[in-house]
């Protein structure tokens, strides 16, 4: 069984940064890609970025315009989400997420972690 945990949300002011990270289990050596999303309250899931394990290319929704770096440590199996200049509307649940394809679409992702929430307050 496949785990992912992810950390580092909280609440925060607008203008202001958060770092999520994620962890794979340790039995798990490889990664495909890697992805994050988010989901508002009242909103659909929608895809944030994406890396790809092997050639760590990254993919970014265009809403994040330079905001957000997308991260992966291959020794720790680990991925981060680095977030800087935080907005309201940032507000939402966030997931990481494996497979085998960096794809934009949920369906791209086959393991999905538990998700950590991130409150940014005008």
């Known amino acids: 069984q496949v785990q992912l945990v992810e950390s580092g949300g909280g609440l925060v002011q607008a203008g202001d940064s958060l770092t999520l990270s994620c962890a794979a289990s340790?039995?798990?050596?490889?990664?495909?890609?890697m992805a994050w999303f988010r989901q508002g309250p009242g909103k659909e899931r929608e895809f944030v970025a994406a890396?790809?394990?092997?050639?760590?290319?990254?993919y970014y929704a265009d809403f994040v315009k330079g905001r957000f770096t997308i991260s992966r440590d291959s020794a720790k199996n680990t991925v981060s989400l680095q977030m800087n200049s935080l907005q309201s509307d940032d507000t939402a649940l966030y997931y990481c997420?494996?497979?085998?394809?960096?794809?934009?679409?949920?369906?791209?992702?086959?393991?999905w972690g538990q998700g950590t929430q991130v409150t940014v307050s005008s």
């Open positions: 340790k039995v798990y050596a490889r990664w495909l890609s």
């Open positions: 890396v790809s394990w092997s050639d760590n290319n990254k």
């Open positions: 997420a494996g497979g085998g394809v960096a794809g934009q679409k949920s369906s791209d992702y086959v393991y």
